[in-house]
């Protein structure tokens, strides 16, 4: 069964930093691209960040270039998100996500599976 199960989410002031982490089934951890996506309160599905399995290439929205370092664990089944120098505007749902085919990134219609996410919530 596919399965994607994240965690590392709360409450924290702008400033700070906060690690989610994916734990994925064996099956789903075989998939070539694993993302993160958010979603505000009233806000469509936004694209965080993805890594290709093969190569570790990375990929980010540009709103966490410099702050969101995306890295994944093949041994443990498991892809991170390392958020820093967070913002009030970071505040949303994530949710990790996973699919096959290296293309179209940061499109959120193109992830075949997803984990239920995790609250992150930034204090001004």
């Known amino acids: 069964q596919v399965q994607l199960v994240e965690s590392g989410g709360g409450l924290v002031q702008a400033g700070g930093s906060l690690r989610l982490s994916c734990a994925a089934s064996e099956r789903t951890a075989s998939r070539n691209v694993m993302g993160w996506f958010r979603q505000a309160a009233g806000k469509d599905y936004e694209f965080v960040a993805a890594i290709v399995r093969t190569g570790g290439t990375t990929y980010y929205t540009d709103s966490v270039k410099g702050r969101f370092t995306i890295s994944r664990d093949n041994a443990k089944n498991t892809v991170y998100l390392q958020m820093d120098s967070l913002k009030p505007e970071d505040t949303a749902v994530y949710h990790c996500?996973?699919?096959?085919?290296?293309?179209?990134?940061?499109?959120?219609?193109?992830?075949?599976?997803w984990g239920l996410g995790t609250q992150v919530t930034v204090s001004s």
């Open positions: 996500a996973a699919k096959e085919a290296p293309v179209y990134y940061s499109d959120f219609g193109t992830y075949a599976y």
